[in-house]
Nanobody, 117 residues
Framework: QVQLVESGGGLVQAGGSLRLSCAAS????????IGWYRQAPGKQRELVAF???????NYADAVKGRFTISRDNAKKTVYLQMNSLKPEDTAVYYC???????????WGQGTQVTVSL
């Protein structure tokens, strides 16, 4: 089992910044992928960004150039730096962990990000 604890959400004006954190604990595995998804009201959950243990990162087109994902493997923590936020970034953001060997996956409880005009 892997537990994910998110923090850093909140309310910010358009153009502002937030940093989300996700700390993993439990039976983490060296070959993994950890990242962020988001779900806005009435919409499907979508990938925002992820970072693999091998150093590969991937971003949704909607956030490229504005969001940056990073990992601190010693702390088993992943960060999502979100700059130039837009109202359409408003959503619940979920941390996601995938064991690349077994494909087991885990979700955090979600953190609300609200961007006002």
């Amino acid at each position: 089992q892997v537990q994910l604890v998110e923090s850093g959400g909140g309310l910010v004006q358009a153009g502002g910044s937030l940093r989300l954190s996700c700390a993993a604990s439990g039976s983490t595995f060296s070959a993994n992928r950890i990242g962020w998804y988001r779900q806005a009201p009435g919409k499907q959950r979508e990938l925002v960004a992820f970072a693999s243990s091998g150093g590969f990162t991937n971003y949704a087109d909607a956030v490229k150039g504005r969001f940056t994902i990073s990992r601190d493997n010693a702390k088993k923590t992943v960060y999502l730096q979100m700059n130039s936020l837009k109202p359409e970034d408003t959503a619940v953001y979920y941390c996601h962990y995938r064991n690349l060997r077994t494909t087991a996956e885990y979700w955090g409880q979600g953190t609300q990000v609200t961007v006002s005009l």
